[in-house]
Nanobody, 121 residues
Framework: QVQLVESGGGLVQSGGSLRLSCAAS????????MGWYRQAPGKQRELVAV???????NYGDSVKGRFTLSRTVANNSVDLQMNSLKPEDTAVYYC???????????????WGQGTQVTVPS
């Protein structure tokens, strides 16, 4: 079993900054990818930023240039620095990770419980 624990959500004024953190724990052999998605009321869940096993971070178009994802492989954690926040960034943010729990096991996607980010208009 793998748990993703998120922290750092809250309310911030337009133009402000927030930092979200997520740490994975449990039976982890290897993490393939780790990052953040978000879901606003009445909308589908969308990509915010994901770090894969190799290559650059993949960012959603709406956050490019404003958000920065940093991953610490040794700690099985990711941080999302969110700058220049806008009202349209208001959503529940979910940490997600593709994890292999044993050497010959399949990858399985795990999700955190979600943390609310609110940017009033």
């Amino acid at each position: 079993q793998v748990q993703l624990v998120e922290s750092g959500g809250g309310l911030v004024q337009s133009g402000g900054s927030l930092r979200l953190s997520c740490a994975a724990s449990g039976t982890i052999f290897r993490i393939s990818s780790m990052g953040w998605y978000r879901q606003a009321p009445g909308k589908q869940r969308e990509l915010v930023a994901v770090s894969g096993s190799s290559g650059p971070v993949n960012y959603g178009d709406s956050v490019k240039g404003r958000f920065t994802l940093s991953r610490t492989v040794a700690n099985n954690s990711v941080d999302l620095q969110m700058n220049s926040l806008k009202p349209e960034d208001t959503a529940v943010y979910y940490c997600a990770s593709d994890v292999r729990t044993r050497p010959a096991g399949l990858l399985h996607t795990y999700w955190g419980q979600g943390t609310q980010v609110t940017v009033p208009s």
